[in-house]
């Protein structure tokens, strides 16, 4: 399978219009809020109802920037996607005209990626560019080409776009990665569905997300079922048919609320937010001294124990699931930067995920990055609003957390990152009883 180890593609997407929020810090936020449907699940759900060519529906599906976007990319390959109300969406990919996935889309939102797969199996071939994304990394695409050609798919690279054709049809088979990614996982399990024959995916990445997806597939007449904790299995079919799905309740944002009630000491209870997929965030958070209680669907959150500086440092290191996950370690690191003692972050993931920290420490804290997988944080530090920027969309929720704990306003810049991912934040925040506003840049 040689061939040129692609280059990063740099495209320069359209300029967004610019915003900020507006923080005042120092309010121990309480009340209830409900939890949105996972991006990390819906992206994929519209990707894999490209599958059949009768009408899927997807319901709890979140009002984020990403989905529009993946919505509108669906739209500019011939896909109908409708959008009967907020949090719904139907989709009918009959006659698919044109499978190209433009270098605008993959520059904004790296999932775009994750139409290679139901595209070349329904469809034979595409062309798709090499995906952009959050700048937490090289992020390369390697894996999710070599599991395409281990199930027949032939893939050349040239100037930042992948050409993809099966003759015929995909042939199940062996997929083997060399270490756990969530995407390749569920780009090779989609291709899978309509391959020739039995497919073998590990190790397959056991995030709920995936779990999600599979649930999904399964109601379109999929047979595709997870026989091991990291191992997926597929026999492929000839077709799919349409189904109706709810999305997965997002616990990278259930995490975010459960800091942002940790570090502004307040209590909150957030509502659709099942625990059971936040195993190692909510033992961290025990031993960090936050009260969190479960119930069927309810998370109470009691964060008191900042007033009488009872958080403890804590030693965290990011893995795939059911490990901590590794985008909860930015909100974490917050939370750390309140906790008294010295606690060491490790991302195991990602090689650039700590480098936002630097913002963090202009607010006060007391943070080092030892390298691009490691960095301690000593506290408590009191954090004091300034100007900061966002990179990325998680690093962007945590300065929300950071200026939420912090005394005076803090403006951040790049709001743009954090509507990507996360539902109507500032509402969310303000019924919480946060101070804070979202403006475009120079107002
Ligand atoms: C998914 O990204 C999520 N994104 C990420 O969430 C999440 O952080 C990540 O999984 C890990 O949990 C979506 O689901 C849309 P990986 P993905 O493939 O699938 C390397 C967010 O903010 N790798 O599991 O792209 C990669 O560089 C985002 O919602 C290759 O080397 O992540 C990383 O080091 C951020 N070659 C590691 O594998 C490849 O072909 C794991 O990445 C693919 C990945």
Redesign the pocket.
């Known amino acids: 399978m040689a061939d040129a180890r692609p280059f990063h593609w740099e495209f320069t997407p359209p300029p967004v219009p610019r915003e900020i929020f507006r923080v005042e810090g120092g309010r121990p936020l309480h009340g209830r809020v409900a939890v949105s449907g996972s991006?990390?699940a819906a992206?994929?759900l519209l990707a894999a109802a490209t599958l059949t060519g009768e009408r899927c529906r997807l319901t709890n599906v979140p009002e984020i920037e990403d989905v529009r976007v993946m919505a509108e990319t669906l739209r500019d390959l011939g896909v109908v996607v409708d959008h009967p109300a907020a949090n719904v969406y139907e989709i009918a990919s009959g006659d698919v005209d044109w499978l190209f996935v433009p270098l605008e889309a993959a520059a904004k939102m790296?999932?775009s990626f994750?139409l290679l797969g139901p595209l070349l199996a329904r469809f034979g071939r595409v062309i798709i560019s090499n995906p952009g994304g959050?700048r937490?990394?090289?992020?390369?695409?390697?894996?999710?080409?070599d599991a395409m050609r281990a199930l027949g798919a032939s893939i050349d690279y040239r100037n930042g776009y992948y050409f993809a054709t099966a003759p015929g049809r995909l042939r199940g088979g062996e997929v083997r990665f060399p270490?756990?990614?969530?995407?390749?996982t569920e780009n090779a399990m989609l291709a899978a569905t309509l391959a020739e024959g039995h497919t073998v995916i590990r190790p397959a990445?056991q995030?709920p997300?995936v779990d999600d997806l599979i649930g999904f597939l399964q109601a379109m007449g999929a047979a595709v079922k997870r026989t091991q904790p990291d191992t997926i299995e597929v026999e492929g079919r000839k077709r799919l048919r349409g189904a109706d799905h709810r999305v997965v309740p997002d616990r990278?944002e259930t995490g975010t609320f459960v800091i942002a009630a940790a570090v502004t000491g307040g209590r909150i209870t957030l509502k659709g937010a099942p625990c059971d997929h936040l195993g190692a965030f909510l033992e961290t958070m025990g031993l960090i001294g936050v009260g969190v209680t479960c119930g069927s669907d309810t998370i109470e959150v009691d964060g008191s124990a900042l007033h009488d500086g009872g958080f403890r440092a804590c030693d965290i290191e990011t893995a795939?699931?059911p490990g901590l996950?590794?985008?909860l370690q930015p909100p974490t690191a917050v939370l750390l930067s309140q906790a008294n003692g010295v606690s060491r972050i490790h991302e195991t993931?990602?090689?650039d995920r700590l480098e936002w920290l630097s913002e963090v420490r202009r607010m006060g804290a007391s943070v080092e990055v030892l390298d691009p997988h490691h960095a301690t944080i000593t506290g408590p530090s009191t954090l004091v609003g300034t100007e900061v920027e966002i990179g990325?969309?998680?690093a962007g929720a945590s300065l929300i957390l950071a200026a939420l704990a912090a005394q005076g306003t803090t403006t951040i810049h790049g709001a743009h990152h954090v509507h990507r991912?996360y539902e109507n934040i500032e509402r969310k925040f303000l019924d919480l009883g946060a101070s804070i506003s979202r403006t475009a840049e120079g107002q």
């Open positions: 991006k990390n992206l994929k790296r999932a994750i959050d937490i990394g090289r992020r390369p695409v390697d894996l999710h080409v270490f756990v990614s969530v995407m390749g990445a995030e997300e990278i795939p699931y996950a590794t985008d993931i990602f090689e990325d969309l998680r991912g």
